[in-house]
């Protein structure tokens, strides 16, 4: 039998190592919680959950060779994504030994989470239900299977990785009568009302961030890097699409931003979640050198 998932307040430096270890595969989990470190409004209802087939962390004999690891904030809110990741999506092949061993991880790390936000609900009130974010498609298969995962018709993307040492150079210099600006309150709004992506500008104005504004401040295009290192809700305004505005601006927030989440932001890996319809987007992320890794939904 398993032993019982460990729960932790805020990410241990030993799981940082072992995640960093499993790059890009971990990506999402690593960034996510390397925002959690940073963030100075961490919220106390945060936990991160690791199941593993040695049930310590530590290095040498009790390091483990397989884990699962979520993190969640049992707060209730729109942008309260939890985040999962188990080794099984290395690719490596696992066996049918080593697959059971991740399904009951996987078992042991919901059946946490569970637990978890009853805990928490007490005296207070829980989400309705945990939302999986950038959940990958293989690990979305195995909880679907166990009927403890209800999917959403929120759509399948692309796991777009991008190596910041690789991207295209960018073009500092804007057409007349545009400027490099930062997202206000109220650049956040717009950016909310262009999309039907539930998000709150509370949320976005936290984020690191770059827009192309007028000379009179109204905002043209956009982007930001979500709390998982991505690059998300890229946009351009349609009267000034295809001049290359937002591919230039991608490139300027991958390269300054990227190093918010890590030290070796200098060459380190960042990624998009695109939507396979979105023809316009995965063009965007062809044209800055990016690669499709796997598949997640949302
Ligand atoms: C996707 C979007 C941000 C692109 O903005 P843009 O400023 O027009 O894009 P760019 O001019 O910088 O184009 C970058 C590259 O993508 C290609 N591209 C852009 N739009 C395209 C389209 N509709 N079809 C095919 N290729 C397209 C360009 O040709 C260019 O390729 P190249 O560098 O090889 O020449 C814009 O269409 C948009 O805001 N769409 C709605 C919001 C959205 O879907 N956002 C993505 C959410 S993840």
Redesign the pocket.
């Known amino acids: 039998m398993l032993p019982k998932a460990s729960v932790f307040t805020s990410p241990p430096a030993q799981l940082m190592g072992l995640l960093a270890e499993r790059l890009p595969s971990s990506l999402t989990i690593l960034r996510r919680l390397q925002f959690a470190l940073r963030d100075e409004s961490s919220p106390q209802h945060a936990r991160i959950i690791v199941g593993s087939d040695r049930g310590a962390l530590g290095p040498g004999p009790t390091e483990p060779r397989s884990y699962t690891v979520a993190y969640a904030d049992f707060s209730a809110g729109p942008d309260a994504q939890t985040v999962l990741y188990s080794t099984l999506e290395d690719g490596q092949a696992v066996g049918d030994g080593g697959r059971s061993e991740h399904e009951q991880q996987l078992a042991c790390v919901v059946d946490e989470l569970v637990r978890l936000r009853s805990e928490h609900g007490r005296g207070w009130r829980p989400p309705p239900r945990l939302l999986l974010g950038s959940l990958h498609a293989d690990v979305r298969a195995i909880l679907e299977r166990t009927g403890r995962l209800q999917g959403r018709s929120s759509g399948i993307y692309d796991k777009w990785l991008f190596k910041v040492r690789d991207l295209p150079p960018a073009e500092e210099r804007l057409p007349d009568g545009m400027y490099w600006g930062r997202a206000t309150f109220a650049d956040c709004r717009t950016v909310v009302a262009r999309t039907d992506i539930p998000r709150t500008a509370d949320f976005l104005v936290k984020l690191p961030n770059l827009v192309i504004k007028l000379q009179d401040h109204t905002p043209i295009?956009w982007g930001f890097l979500g709390v998982d290192g991505g690059l998300?809700?890229?946009?351009?305004e349609e009267s000034?699409?295809?001049?290359?505005?937002?591919?230039?601006l991608a490139i300027k927030l991958l390269r300054e931003s990227t190093g918010y989440f890590t030290d070796d932001g200098g060459e380190g890996w960042t990624s998009?979640d695109?939507s396979k319809d979105?023809?316009?987007?995965q063009?965007?992320c062809?044209?800055l050198n990016g690669q499709t890794a796997w598949v997640v939904s949302w």
């Open positions: 295009a998300m809700s890229l946009h351009c000034y699409r295809r001049k290359g505005l937002a591919r230039n998009a695109v979105n023809s316009a987007s063009a965007v062809r044209s």
